[in-house]
Nanobody
């Protein structure tokens, strides 16, 4: 059974770079034709798709976040990392990683076959 586990710093100062990691167990992030997304949910707001990294290593980002976003992977650790630079309090959210079977750019849970439990990141001084 595949499991996705997010981890992060919990608290980040404004203007710094947020970094959260998704550790995948029960399968390889390079196996199959999958797309690994990052999605977030700010308090009292809807889910927002951030970007994905494909099985090829290629990436695709939300236009609204593209200039501040980088998604990478460490195949030796079976991990996917999201970095979001120049953060503000508006970046406070629960950050999720999820796997899709096709290039998916929507945050709808039904579009993904596996989700992590999420990690809370708060941007505050």
């Amino acid at each position: 059974q595949m499991q996705l586990q997010e981890s992060g710093p919990g608290l980040v100062n404004p203007s710094q770079t947020l970094s959260v990691t998704c550790t995948v167990s029960g399968g390889s992030i390079t196996g199959g034709y999958y797309y690994w997304s990052w999605i977030r949910q700010p308090p009292e707001k809807e889910l927002e798709w951030i970007g994905y990294i494909a099985y090829t290593g290629g990436t695709h980002y939300s236009p609204s976040l593209k200039s501040r976003t980088s998604i990478s992977r460490d195949t030796s650790k079976n991990q996917i990392t999201l970095q979001l630079s120049s953060v503000t309090p508006e970046d406070t959210a629960v950050y999720y990683c999820a796997r899709a079977r096709r290039p998916t750019i929507v945050p709808d849970r039904g579009a993904y076959d596996y989700w992590g439990q999420g990690t809370q990141v708060t941007v505050s001084s």
